[in-house]
């Protein structure tokens, strides 16, 4: 399916998040002004605190975007899961351009002109409002330019933290490794830039750039309310749904919300939330009611305790954990999607490898995929290095898990870090290593539920316990193919699966 047919089918999700990317850059770049401007002309006249405001906002632009986010998440009032803290990243990102360029625009006003209005008898506030600020417009409209692109264009990144936005089709495009996704995320956010860029241009070379300010200023106004107006608006109070960013959990959390609309509930995704640290960190926190979550993973990187291989062992243990923390841990949903290290068919065959074991002679010359949380957890690399003696001469590289078998059919690594459900290792005629050491944890399936959030909405615990044990690993593996190799979407393949399991009430 080409494109533009893939587009005409998703017409109206993609109005949709094209609204929401609007909104997001547009109500960013207007409070920027509304603080940057004012901020401007005070540093022309306290130009010792130009300084520390400048160094502020410079501070502001180096930090990544996604780092930012993640600092932004936990911070009180101003932090969460959500538009929210999107719009602060973006407002924050916005400051320097408009800051700068209204001190200089107004610094760079002949003093002769200045003396001038003086003479005539103008106070320092008809001064700045008749003289200064008229003057210096072009230079400040031209900050303006800058912030407003500089919003259109961060604003796909957003959706790593659940705000919306075109982004969304762009991370679940890298997810599920289809061009079509991200090409229909990425077009539109920068035909929206380049329309921003185009139309400020304009305003800036007017023959009255005050007066066309003025009208552009209004229809900013119009559209940050129309397109705030379908930004998520649910009747009561909806049940949450997240998800990690990688494609299996993209269909758990479709196969969630599906089942729970099924039964009545008002359902918000919060989809492509990131690793596994954000999406503990929003339910706990209530931000999000509920994701799915792998006991190996809740029991080394949550609850810090030492890795074990008895599946019954580790469920109890992250029972009791997580009770601890305000959380409910349902019942698996029939499925261990433990770690896989896979390789090329032919790689494997010239190493000799069958087993992880048999990499040690050849570890030196290893290219390795990863992704970034792998690094860091107690039953990642470093236990896996330990474990089995493995002496890597190669230094390991970093990528989003969607893109790690791109790299491994590509001949970019030797071998990826996988997990034993993804679709793309038959798709691909892979190969998964055996752990001959075991080293490995269980990683059963469980659905992860804000206990206050059980009180909210009465009757959500059941309705999840209804998917126990009714994903086995293989019917797991055929869906995550569906959306891998087949490009079909998350949504269509959970729903299709809840039908075929006899799980959708309604006809």
């Known amino acids: 399916m080409g494109l533009l047919t893939f587009i005409a089918e998703r017409w109206s999700e993609l109005l949709r998040l094209t609204a929401e990317h609007i909104f997001l850059a547009l109500l960013a770049t207007a409070i920027a002004v509304a603080i940057g401007l004012p901020l401007g002309i005070v540093m022309t006249r306290?130009?010792?605190?130009a300084r520390y405001l400048l160094g502020f906002a410079n501070l502001c632009q180096t930090i990544p975007s996604l780092a930012l986010f993640g600092f932004l998440i936990p911070v009180p009032f101003i932090g969460g899961i959500g538009a929210r803290t999107a719009i602060v990243a973006l407002v924050l990102y916005a400051l320097l351009p408009i800051m700068r360029n209204t001190y200089t625009g107004i610094r760079e006003v002949n003093p002769a002109v200045?003396?001038?209005?003086t003479g005539m008898g103008m106070t320092a506030s008809e001064r700045l409002r008749m003289v200064e600020l008229p003057l210096a417009l072009p230079i400040i409209l031209a900050g303006v330019r800058i912030a407003t692109v500089v919003s259109v264009g961060t604003a796909t990144i957003a959706a790593a933290i659940g705000a919306g936005g075109l982004g969304t089709y762009v991370f679940r495009g890298i997810a599920t490794v289809d061009p079509r996704l991200i090409l229909a995320g990425a077009l539109p956010s920068a035909l929206l830039a380049l329309m921003a860029d185009g139309l400020l241009g304009l305003v800036e070379r007017s023959a009255r750039p005050g007066h066309a300010a003025g009208i552009l200023a209004l229809v900013t106004a119009v559209l940050i309310?129309?397109?705030a107006l379908p930004y998520e608006r649910h009747a009561g109070k909806p049940v949450v749904i997240g998800s990690k960013n990688f494609t299996e959990q993209l269909v758990l959390g479709?196969?969630?919300?599906?089942l729970l609309e099924d039964r009545g509930f008002s359902v918000v995704r919060k989809l492509n939330l990131g690793g596994t640290s954000l999406c503990h960190a929003a339910v706990q926190s209530g931000q999000i009611d509920l994701y799915v979550e792998y006991t190996g993973t809740a029991l080394t990187d949550i609850l810090k305790k030492?890795?074990?291989s008895d599946p019954a062992a580790v469920l109890r243990t992250v029972h009791e954990g997580y009770d601890g923390l305000g959380l409910t841990v349902g019942p698996s949903l029939g499925f261990n999607n433990t770690f896989a290290l896979v390789m090329r068919r032919a790689e494997a065959r010239e190493r000799g490898a069958k087993r992880i074991s048999d990499l040690v002679p050849t570890a030196d010359?290893?290219?390795?995929?990863l992704f970034g949380e792998f690094l860091e957890r107690e039953d990642g690399l470093p236990g896996l290095v330990k474990a089995y003696g493995l002496h890597l001469g190669v230094r390991p590289r970093e990528m989003d898990l969607g893109l790690l078998y791109q790299a491994l059919s590509e001949d970019q690594v030797d071998l990826a870090v996988g997990s034993a459900t993804d679709?793309?290792?038959?798709?691909?005629d892979l190969v998964v290593l055996e752990d001959d050491k075991r080293y490995f944890p269980p990683y059963d399936a469980v659905p992860v539920i804000n206990r206050k959030s059980l009180a909210t909405h009465p009757g959500l615990e059941a309705a999840v316990a209804a998917l126990a044990g009714r994903m086995d690993e293989a019917s797991m593996r055929r869906m995550n193919h569906a959306v891998d190799g087949e490009h079909r979407s998350p949504a269509e393949v959970a729903r299709e699966f809840l039908r075929q399991a006899g799980l959708l009430a309604a006809r």
């Open 306 to 308: 030492p890795v074990s």
């Open 254 to 258: 479709e196969t969630l919300a599906a």
């Open 114 to 117: 200045l003396e001038a209005a």
């Open 225 to 227: 309310g129309a397109t």
């Open 423 to 428: 679709g793309l290792i038959a798709a691909l």
């Open 365 to 369: 010359t290893l290219r390795i995929g």
């Open 46 to 49: 306290a130009p010792r605190l």
